[in-house]
């Protein structure tokens, strides 16, 4: 039987817990003024920015300053805010600054369903993201300018030559110039993906840099290796494919090796062509 307790009201909040809320909340909206006045400030800020850039195109993304601007932040950051959520607050602000100066659209090669979703984390939930059947076709659309940001999935050993966007990269016209997601909460594997766009990219202070290696004589990995260590460029990581006598790798090595780098010159390959760089992402568990 139901007692007339169980269906009596809960008492109110006594006078002083419902003042403490008041006064919390109270301090909350004057905290979200502020914080709407500085972010409406830092827009003027860019607009003024975007305004003295010099005329002719200059790209209004710049992922090493990004880069630059998070790995900041993530170093004061402390408090209850996972750093995290920090990350995603300032991803919006940058895609929507990087909107303001321009059209500003992301094509992806959606291999999976995780390339869409890194796309919009990173480039913001305002940015428009089309999904291409393929990567030719994601990267015909930034050349063409219809859009300006191409993602694209990691190179995997063995994939199918038409999914190997790097053998075909047209560059400098289009190079790498970030790696996605910058951040992430742990170091183990994650979905991740390139960003491509016209140009090249702008160094953030700690890079790595993507080499595409042709050559028609069949060398092996460890002399690959050891060609590349000699000339100063031992790589991280290296893809290698054999097609029809030729030889391509992918070199993934430590800092901005760009055109003209003499370290290019030394090596004894038919072709070494820089495909661009990216900021090393942070990674919040290194463990
Ligand atoms: O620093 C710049 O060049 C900017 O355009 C400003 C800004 C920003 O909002 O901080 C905007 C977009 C870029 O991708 C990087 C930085």
């Known amino acids: 039987m139901t007692s007339a307790a169980d269906t009596a009201p809960s008492p109110a909040s006594p006078p002083a817990a419902e003042a403490a809320l008041a006064a919390l909340r109270g301090e909350i909206d004057r905290l979200d003024d502020q914080l709407h006045d500085l972010v409406m400030r830092r827009a003027e800020v860019v607009a003024s920015l975007a305004a003295s850039r010099v005329k002719g195109g200059a790209s209004p993304l710049r992922p090493g300053r990004e880069a630059m601007i998070l790995r900041r932040l993530l170093h004061r950051h402390h408090g209850d805010l996972p750093p995290g959520a920090m990350v995603r607050l300032w991803r919006e602000i940058l895609a929507s600054s990087s909107a303001m100066q321009g059209g500003f659209s992301v094509a992806v090669y959606a291999r999976d369903p995780d390339q869409p979703r890194l796309a919009r984390e990173h480039f913001g939930s305002m940015t428009p993201v089309r999904s291409m059947p393929t990567a030719a076709q994601a990267l015909a659309a930034v050349g063409s300018g219809e859009a300006q940001v191409a993602v694209l999935p990691l190179p995997e050993e063995g994939e199918p030559p038409e999914q190997a966007w790097w053998m075909g990269l047209d560059a400098p016209r289009l190079q790498v110039v970030a790696r996605l997601p910058f951040w992430a909460a742990h170091a183990e594997t994650l979905?991740?993906?390139?960003?491509?766009?016209?140009?090249?990219?702008?160094?953030?202070?700690?890079?790595?840099?993507?080499?595409?290696?042709?050559?028609?004589?069949?060398?092996?990995?460890?002399?690959?290796?050891?060609a590349l260590a000699t000339a100063g460029l031992a790589p991280r990581t290296m893809?290698?494919?054999?097609?029809?006598?030729?030889?391509?790798?992918?070199?993934?090595?430590?800092?901005?090796?760009a055109e003209g780098d003499p370290r290019l010159a030394a090596l004894p390959f038919d072709r070494a062509l820089p495909l661009g760089f990216y900021a090393v992402p942070e990674r919040g568990n290194q463990g």
């Open 191 to 226: 979905p991740e993906a390139f960003a491509v766009t016209p140009g090249a990219p702008d160094p953030s202070g700690a890079d790595r840099s993507l080499l595409r290696l042709e050559l028609a004589k069949d060398l092996g990995r460890p002399q690959l290796l050891a």
């Open 239 to 257: 893809l290698i494919r054999r097609d029809g006598g030729v030889v391509r790798a992918l070199a993934e090595v430590d800092g901005v090796v």
